[in-house]
């Protein structure tokens, strides 16, 4: 059972357009955090966010918490081929992450 | 340089023969987890540790065992792998274990199991 449901599971889209990646659940997280993995690598941390109804940028991706703390959502505005990669959201829930099954998405240029 | 590091980065086996995946994190973190990846599954954690002689179950720990006998190292045992083990297995490091569990992930391990 996928407690943490990630959509789309793969998006390709031209280089400048926008796109959004959706993680819900039913469940509350105390937190939830946002990875970028890379062929051949692990994932590496993009953001944590904490507070229901938090947003928070980073360059050209925005990252919002829904109020509830039960989902969040990624969007990214004139995406480039340097996005290309598996996004990944993970939920905390006492001492563990709950994870994902991740969004791969290729730029096109 | 801070970072988690396993070995062996790929690594192909017969059934039934035990092998260890080492991971070892030169940040002092207390908190050290294993996850397997697969395709359309996503990260599933198989045991985790929340210090020195501490370890707990993850969702899928059948099959696998864990020590944590120093902070810096987490080797995952396979005692007798099978098939179904093959996968990309993910040794994570964090400060701390709660609200913000931040995971520094090594670069991973491509395990075959024939």
Redesign the interface.
């Given at each position: 059972t996928?407690l943490l449901e990630?959509s789309p599971?793969f998006l390709s889209i031209q280089e400048g357009e926008n796109l959004t990646v959706y993680c819900n659940s039913s469940s509350v997280f105390?937190?939830l955090?946002w990875?970028r993995q890379e062929p051949?690598?692990?994932?590496?941390?993009l953001v944590?966010v904490?507070t229901g109804g938090e947003v928070k940028k980073l360059k050209r991706l925005t990252f919002q918490f829904g109020d509830a703390r039960k989902d969040s959502s990624l969007h990214i505005t004139a995406a480039q081929p340097g996005d290309t990669g598996l996004y990944?959201c993970?939920g905390?829930r006492n001492?563990?992450?709950i994870?994902?099954?991740?969004t791969k998405l290729i730029i096109k240029p | 340089e801070a970072q988690v590091t396993q070995n062996p980065r790929y690594l192909i086996t017969v059934t039934g023969k035990k092998l260890t995946v080492t991971c070892s994190q030169n940040m002092n973190h207390e908190y050290m987890s294993w996850y397997r990846q697969d395709p359309g599954l996503g990260l599933r954690q198989i045991y985790y540790s929340m210090n020195v002689e501490v370890t707990d179950k993850g969702d899928v720990p059948e099959g696998y065992k864990v020590s944590r006998k120093e902070k810096r190292n987490f080797p995952l045992i396979l005692e007798s792998p099978s098939p179904n083990q093959t996968s990309l297995y993910f040794c994570a490091s964090s400060p701390i274990a709660g609200v913000k569990n931040i995971q520094y992930f090594g670069a991973g391990t491509r395990l075959s199991v024939l």
């Open positions: 996928q990630q599971q105390s937190s955090q990875y051949g690598e692990g994932p590496v941390l944590t904490v990944l993970a905390a001492y563990q992450l994870w994902g099954a991740g | -």
